[in-house]
């Protein structure tokens, strides 16, 4: 089992206790205001849920796992959006002339989208290398090819 599978494992089984709460949270919800705006509810819980690949597919994986419809799905989202929403105002409110600030400032938030990035892993890297390599020989072989024969044709044409 590779660090990837674990990590995507040990990602699922704490999404999945944070899901639950989140269902029982919804339900108690619901209860409360007798399910009469839950289209509402689900579209603001949509408009507020992060957009970053690796969460949004190890949420689709957990719920795919679980069984349970898309409300939990949205409410774990919304809380996530909501808690990014509380650190996005407060940097906007400390910003500084300071050039230092700015640039640690900078250099953070360049580490916290490199997190999100999906890594290919060692394999996938060769191939696509591979790939890129196989594609550039032929291309040089055929653009020289037709270097070559326009030279040849020129030179028959022109003597």
Known sequence: ?????RAARAKEAAEG?????AAAE??????????????TSTGAAKELRPSGKRSARGRRSSTGASGTDGDTDSGTGSAVAVK???KKKK???EESRNPFVRIWLFLTQVVAELKKVIWPTRREMITY????LVFVIVM???ISGL??????GVLWLFG
């Open 1 to 5: 089992m590779s660090k990837r599978d």
């Open 17 to 21: 206790s944070a899901a639950d709460s």
């Open 26 to 39: 919804l339900d108690g919800r619901d209860e409360a205001t007798g399910g009469a705006d839950d289209e």
């Open 84 to 86: 990014e929403r509380k």
């Open 91 to 93: 940097a906007s409110a």
């Open 129 to 132: 290398t591979i790939v890129v």
């Open 140 to 142: 040089t072989a055929f």
């Open 147 to 152: 270097d070559l024969a326009f030279a040849k």
